[in-house]
């Protein structure tokens, strides 16, 4: 499974992005989806993830209210729409595929990674 993420950029702040992730297997389709972040000289921390069917959502506190995940699972793709974004969301933004149907907070859970997008968020 390869992963594309694309859909960063510079914003300002108070503004909105959405990233996608589209994956270039349809296995992919039953496995939970998470975005993770990474900003400099900080560790890789989980945003958002979903489950397989798109029924089950989790969001980690810094991003619930203003980040939504979602997936089209025709098009292989989860997005990520990012609303009210901070400095603070600055970071590099990585999708990931996780080994079972539902998506964990625990990054060593997911075995398939995309190579990331970058999103600035200028105050």
């Known amino acids: 499974v390869q992963l594309q993420a694309s859909g960063g950029g510079l914003v300002q702040a108070g503004g909105s992005l959405r990233l996608s992730c589209a994956a270039s297997?349809?296995?992919?389709?039953?496995?939970?989806v998470g975005w993770f972040r990474q900003a400099p000289g900080k560790e890789r921390e989980f945003a958002a993830g979903?489950?397989?069917?798109?029924?089950?959502?989790t969001y980690s506190d810094s991003v619930k209210g203003r980040f939504t995940i979602s997936r089209d699972r025709a098009k292989n793709t989860v997005y990520l729409q990012m609303s009210s974004l901070k400095p603070e969301d600055t970071a590099v933004y990585y999708c990931?595929?996780?080994?079972?149907?539902?998506?964990?907070?625990?990054?060593?859970?997911?075995?398939?990674w995309g190579q990331g997008t970058q999103v600035t968020v200028s105050s």
């Open positions: 990931a595929v996780s080994r079972r149907a539902y998506s964990s907070t625990d990054s060593s859970q997911y075995n398939y």
């Open positions: 297997a349809r296995t992919s389709s039953n496995n939970g």
């Open positions: 979903i489950s397989w069917n798109g029924a089950s959502t």
